[in-house]
């Protein structure tokens, strides 16, 4: 039963991607998936309902590469590097992915960010505990850890709209080392930061 969900919202994402949300109706996606509607009735009670699922698919996928580069055996500044780069590219990734459905993500900013704010806390911990490490190896300061990690994840947060729009990501490549340099001045005991 699970994988049929599954299946019927990446049918429904890939038609919301392909038409936006508006144009598609459970109809589309009942025939797309070669399911039927019964079937798709069984999982979802209407188009809301399948895009919310959709939307926790995507703020899922993106919080499992956070997920996989917290575990990666690097120092703390190293990791917290990574991850710095790779929210930043993940949520690119997802938005670019979805075509039409980029559009419908800004225009329900309001529901993306409610169903985010779960992701958003835990990904403050995955951030909190890169932060604890590298204060317990002397990487970096003696800091308010909880408060450094919330910083952290607003700085890199107010960075994903000019780099999703393009309005930075044609020099991020560039300056990219000066961005992460940046966020690292106020917690890093030795300012020289290589990725």
Partial sequence: MANTRK?????????????GKKNVTMNDIAEASKKGRRTLYTYFTNKEEIYKAVIDQELDSIF?????????????????????????????NVVDRNGSLRADFFRDIYEVERKRRKIDIKEIALIRTI?????QKNIFKRMDIDLSAIIIFYAIK????PYIRQNISNQFEKNKNSIVEFVFNGIKRNTKLTI
Avoid: Y
Avoid at 7 to 17: H, K
């Fill in 158 to 161: 107010g960075l994903e709209v």
């Fill in 131 to 135: 932060i604890t490490e590298g204060v």
């Fill in 64 to 92: 499992q590469k956070l997920v996989a580069v917290s575990a990666q055996k690097k120092e703390p500044d190293v990791k917290l590097t990574h991850h710095i780069l790779a929210h930043l590219d993940a949520v690119k």
């Fill in 7 to 19: 299946m019927l919202i990446e049918v429904a994402r890939q038609l919301f991607a392909e038409k």
